[in-house]
């Protein structure tokens, strides 16, 4: 079974020049931080990545934060074409 991830901009329709991050949903429940930074780290420099705990019942869903230090980075990160994998699920 694969897991589709929608990889978004936070701002989803109100991009403007201060977004540097990128919002991740649908992430394998065994996520950590340092596979998601190895999984985006070739567009550019990530100063943090955040994965809020999961709220209850929602365990399966996980979301998490990828900061870029240029706002072009996460934008090349946004409109990449590519396939993405981690952990066996095919991420969108």
């Known amino acids: 079974m694969h897991c589709f991830v929608h990889i978004e901009d936070i701002e989803f329709l109100n991009l403007h020049e201060q977004v540097k991050e990128v919002y991740v949903k649908n992430l394998p429940k065994n996520v950590t ?3 998601l930074k190895k999984l985006f780290e070739h ?3 990530i100063t943090k990545v955040v994965l809020p705990p999961p709220k209850p019942g929602q ?3 996980r979301i998490g934060f990828v900061h870029f230090a240029e706002r072009s980075n ?3 990160a946004l ?3 590519e396939k993405y994998v981690l952990d066996g699920n095919i991420l969108i």
Do not use: L
Request: hydrophobic share 15%; aromatic share 0%; net charge positive.
């Open 43 to 45: 567009h550019g420099k």
């Open 33 to 35: 931080q340092e596979k």
């Open 74 to 76: 996460a934008m090349k």
């Open 79 to 81: 409109k990449k074409t």
């Open 59 to 61: 365990e399966k869903n």
